[in-house]
């Protein structure tokens, strides 16, 4: 009799030892596909927003062809000098990608620090948000320096329909102002996951914006030279 109850002890123990093994394993499962989830959902937002990224380029170029093509074909092209301003503004700008990327670098060690001080951790998260919020004024600023140079414009006389030239100029900078505003409306979001008690770079969007950001940097850029080379 003793030996039996000791055997059925032992298949009980073994049923809930497999019981136990079995459910770590349908939790590790399912913890890996919502990692694979988490990851395709990543890939996705970044890569529609390189398809966003293509069609802002695509509209920019149609704008420049207009540009080239209105300046050549009449006489009554007038050239004038751009706001100093615009200058300024472009190191705002491309500052605020630097400050970007070291939000990015302080978010990315976070994972190493995890196994060696959660106060570490917390430390990096804090200053990455920090850097967040000064891309956020940076972002501010240039839209204000934007301002500006529209001010500055109309000083001398020039408005949007004053001529082809000076509306070309209003057009380029305000579209562009436009979606840079929507750069920080999505920073807002960004700042937003990443503040949550669960916020990580793969779950708040990080790559996408940081793709819109460096693109928006880059483009005025661009915009800067061929101003500088049509006004």
Do not use: C
Not at 2 to 18: K, P, S, V, Y
Not at 123 to 130: C, E, H, K
Not at 207 to 219: C, E, N, P, R, T
């Amino acid at each position: 009799m003793r030996a039996a109850d000791e055997l059925l002890g032992a298949n009980t123990l073994q049923a809930e030892a497999q019981a136990t093994l079995e459910n770590k394993s349908s939790v590790a499962r399912s913890e890996s596909l919502d990692s694979r989830a988490v990851v395709a959902g990543t890939t996705t937002s970044e890569t529609g927003m390189w398809i966003v990224v293509s069609a802002i380029s695509m509209s920019f170029a149609a704008y420049t062809s207009a540009l080239i093509v209105r300046q050549g074909a009449a006489s009554d092209w007038l050239h004038f000098q751009l706001p100093r301003v615009l200058y300024f503004n472009t190191l705002i700008l491309l500052a605020s990608s630097v400050t970007l990327d070291l939000a990015r670098r302080r978010f990315v060690a976070i994972p190493d620090t995890l196994r060696l001080a959660s106060d570490s951790a917390r430390a990096l998260r804090s200053d990455g948000i920090y850097w967040l919020y000064v891309t956020a004024a940076l972002g501010a600023i240039f839209v204000l320096g934007q301002i500006l140079a529209w001010r500055n414009l109309a000083g001398q006389g020039l408005f949007l329909a004053t001529n082809p030239s000076s509306s070309f100029f209003y057009i380029f900078t305000a579209l562009h102002g436009l979606h840079l505003l929507g750069g920080l409306g999505g920073l807002s979001y960004v700042l937003r996951k990443l503040a949550g008690k669960n916020g990580s770079l793969r779950t708040s969007g990080f790559g996408a914006f940081s793709i819109y950001w460096h693109f928006m940097d880059v483009l005025w850029v661009y915009l800067l030279l061929l101003l500088a080379a049509r006004m």
